[in-house]
């Protein structure tokens, strides 16, 4: 079985063995599936750029016509040498886990194809067909934490020519490690803003790194409240790794419905029109068209349920705290399947 574990991927992608002509990343933090991605790609030695030697494909195109992940993965580059095939997208479609099991059998000659996934399940076809492929590995990706966030915060304070004590480097980590793309342009904001100086202080950090955790947090809760059900999943499983509490989910769902509650009783009880009752609560311009979704697809009645259910699970997780992740998912995926049924009725 050709594969790694998430601790060992760093080391595989510094020393990559290209005996394998088929590579998956698979994990829930996409920026980090991307970037380490782009980083085995740039060591294959072809520019990903280049229309000649390199192509990237959709999962949802190859499954339409997987035909084109064949003619792709057997075509010579026009100018000779290396060819590169990206996938991205990937995930539980079966036309492309087949194509992917039947190509990683195969040594292709000079030609790399790397498929990028979410977060795959052990059984998840595609998962499995690479990891009993004889030229294929399978290289997880999970949340910065631990040493890989260090290592990246190294790279960019050496890129910078910078240090930073440590007192900054943990008011740092504390801000960052809820998608890995993200986390690295935070550090290099900071890296530029600290430029001229020989250290990045504790000051610095509070000055100008955003809490990307906290944008996750609202983006999760966003999504339950307008219906998102199929995209929940993933930004749930994202907290709970880069290990968000349950008790926070849970009470930034419950705040968010307590607001909620507020302004819709303002647009039924006093005439106030939904965009007037947004503007006046002044929400972040990333969130505004969800909470104006989740405005106009809510009636008063039903918030007011959601709230006395919000309340009732938050207990039951306190009871019984084995249960407290369980419980909270099934919170947020109730409220996103209610809010889905609601907006489906043409309240929006």
């Keep these: 079985m050709a594969q790694k574990k998430a601790g060992e991927v760093e080391a595989f992608l510094n020393r990559p063995d290209f005996a394998f002509s088929v590579v998956l990343f698979y994990g829930p933090d996409t920026g980090l599936v991307a970037e380490r991605s782009a980083k085995l790609a740039k060591a294959f030695g072809v520019d990903p750029t280049d229309p000649f030697s390199a ?11 997987i035909g084109r992940l064949y003619d792709e993965a057997n075509t010579l580059s026009l100018l000779g040498g290396k060819r590169l095939v990206r996938v991205r997208g990937a995930g539980a479609g079966r036309a492309l886990a087949d194509a992917i099991g039947e190509l990683a059998g195969t040594r292709l000659a000079e030609t790399l194809i790397v498929v990028e996934a979410g977060d795959l399940k052990k059984s998840a076809g595609l998962r499995t067909h690479v990891e009993r492929g004889r030229h294929a590995m399978a290289l997880p990706c ?17 890129a910078a020519g910078l240090s930073m004590d440590r007192e900054a480097r943990e008011a740092l980590k504390a801000r960052l490690g809820a998608d890995r793309i993200a986390s690295r342009g935070e550090v290099k904001k900071l890296c530029l803003y600290a430029l001229g100086t020989a250290t990045v202080t504790e000051e610095d950090v509070a000055a100008i790194v955003g809490d990307v955790s906290a ?11 307008s219906g998102e059900v199929k995209r929940l999943p993933h930004l749930i499983d994202r907290l709970t790794t880069a290990g968000t509490a349950t008790f926070q989910l849970h009470q930034a769902l419950l705040r968010y419905f307590q607001q909620l509650q507020a302004l819709r009783d303002s647009v039924e009880k006093h005439g106030e029109p939904v965009a007037r009752a947004v503007e006046r609560r002044r929400p972040h311009f990333r969130r505004k068209p969800a909470l104006e979704a989740a405005l106009n697809a809510w009636p008063l009645a ?10 009732a699970d938050i207990l039951s997780s306190r009871k019984d705290s084995g249960l407290a992740l369980t419980i909270t998912h099934k919170t947020l995926m109730d409220t996103a399947v209610e809010a889905a049924r609601l907006r489906a009725r043409g309240r929006l």
């Design 215 to 225: 944008d996750a947090l609202d983006e999760a809760i966003d999504a339950a409240a």
């Design 142 to 158: 999970y949340q910065d934490e631990g040493r890989s966030l260090d290592l990246m915060i190294d790279e960019e304070l050496s």
């Design 302 to 311: 039903a918030i007011d349920r959601r709230v006395q259910a919000i309340e």
């Design 55 to 65: 192509v990237t494909l959709s999962a949802d195109e190859i499954e339409k016509d």
